[in-house]
């Protein structure tokens, strides 16, 4: 196995891996990137958030989340049944 030692990661982006042989155990440590994530907005109720640990969240809480697929669900079921404006044909 071919590990770099040179600090750049051999193929990473942004996160350069760091070897730090301390003793026997020979911990790796990846460096924390001093860019500060902007913070991005909740997809269904618009409040702003910050980006959660790996930058992924979507929703603001576990409540929007519902929200928003029970949402999703009533606009496929609408298109399905041919409702449109909220009036039955």
Request: hydrophobic share 25%.
């Given at each position: 196995?071919?590990t ?49 640990r790996h930058?992924?969240r979507?929703?603001c809480s ?16 609408a ?11």
């Amino acid at each position: 196995m071919t590990t770099a030692t040179n600090g750049q990661g051999a193929g990473l982006d942004g996160a350069a891996l760091l070897l730090q042989d301390q003793g026997q155990g020979g911990r790796v440590e990846r460096a924390r990137s001093t860019t500060a994530r902007p913070d991005s907005y909740c997809a269904h109720c618009g409040r702003r958030m910050s980006p959660g640990r790996h930058g992924r969240r979507r929703y603001c809480s576990n409540g929007c989340r519902q929200s928003a697929y029970k949402r999703r669900r009533r606009v496929e079921a609408a298109a399905v049944e041919g409702v449109t404006d909220g009036h039955r044909r």
